[in-house]
């Protein structure tokens, strides 16, 4: 069992920064793809971001590419997710997710979620 722990949320203007923390436990992190999804209101959770065990790989939405960069720090157990040049469309609930193997694993179907952190960006 895997549980995640988000943190880093917050409201910020367009165009600013935030950087999100997901902080894992209860298995061995490092053999696990990690990533993250968010959902606004009235749309469904889609994929965000995604990072291999080993950190050398990583997958990113086409709406993201250029400005967020996902990266985990296997000795903390942590994966993170810094957004840059924030746009009003990025406001969601951002979730952390989990699932052992490969990121194709991970998009495909995950097996852990966190509980979500809101990001709000005003214009």
């Known amino acids: 069992q895997v549980q995640l722990a988000e943190s880093g949320g917050g409201l910020v203007q367009a165009g600013g920064s935030l950087r999100l923390s997901c902080a894992a436990s209860g298995h061995t992190f490092s053999n696990y793809a990690m990533g993250w999804f968010r959902q606004a209101p009235g749309k469904e959770r889609a994929f965000v971001a995604a990072i291999s065990w080993s950190g050398g790989s990583k997958t990113y939405a086409d709406a993201v590419k250029g400005r967020f960069t996902i990266s985990r720090d296997n000795t903390k157990n942590t994966v993170y997710l810094q957004m840059n040049s924030l746009k009003p469309e990025d406001a969601a609930v951002y979730y952390c997710?989990?699932?052992?193997?490969?990121?194709?694993?991970?998009?495909?179907?995950?097996?852990?979620w966190g509980q979500g952190t809101q990001v709000t960006v005003s214009s």
């Open positions: 997710a989990a699932a052992p193997g490969t990121i194709a694993r991970l998009i495909q179907s995950v097996d852990y």
